[in-house]
């Protein structure tokens, strides 16, 4: 009987009115470059997407098209361009691979306005193998984590 009054409660409680929020926006005249990109370790054609902040809750981005973008070491310079069928989306010319400890330069010309950054692509975490687990001499278990670094 008492685990039904448990679950019985439970439910009621993921069951609950919400209440509706309004928000009350404030409308902003910022003329921001949203940029959305990485350079990863694999050969691949890396991409960088360009919008324009939202100014309403849920609102789309507004792509940002005919921008200039440079990606560059102190090796080389990687130049992307806007895709056709999907605007503010640019991609690099040739795949590459993102080097580890090296620092990116990255060039946006949009406009009238140059965009400037740098960024280091730090070497990769550990990654978790598998678990095991032993029983110890208190007859309980042991879990044991194995990783390893990439």
């Known amino acids: 009987m008492q685990k039904l009054l448990i679950y019985l409660l439970i439910v009621i409680l ?3 009115c919400e209440k509706q929020q309004d928000w009350a926006l404030q409308p902003s005249d910022n003329d ?13 054609f890396q991409t960088i997407k360009l919008s324009r902040p939202v100014s309403e809750l849920n609102g ?10 440079l990606v560059s070491t102190d090796q080389s310079t990687h130049t ?12 690099s010319l040739i795949p590459f691979i ?3 400890n090296k620092v990116y330069s990255l060039l946006i010309n949009s406009g009238e306005e140059v965009y400037t950054a740098k960024a280091t692509l730090v070497p990769a975490v550990s990654v978790f193998d598998f678990v095991n687990y032993q029983l110890n001499e208190k007859e309980k278990y042991l879990l044991l984590f ?5």
Do not use: H
Request: aromatic share 8%; proline share 7%; glycine share 8%.
């Open 14 to 16: 993921m069951v609950s």
């Open 32 to 44: 921001f470059l949203v940029v959305d990109g990485i350079i990863t370790s694999e050969l691949k």
């Open 60 to 69: 789309a981005p507004l792509p940002v098209s005919g921008a200039t973008v």
């Open 80 to 91: 992307f361009k806007e895709m056709a069928t999907e605007p503010g989306t640019y991609r």
């Open 98 to 100: 993102g080097s580890k």
């Open 146 to 150: 194995s990783f390893s670094l990439q």
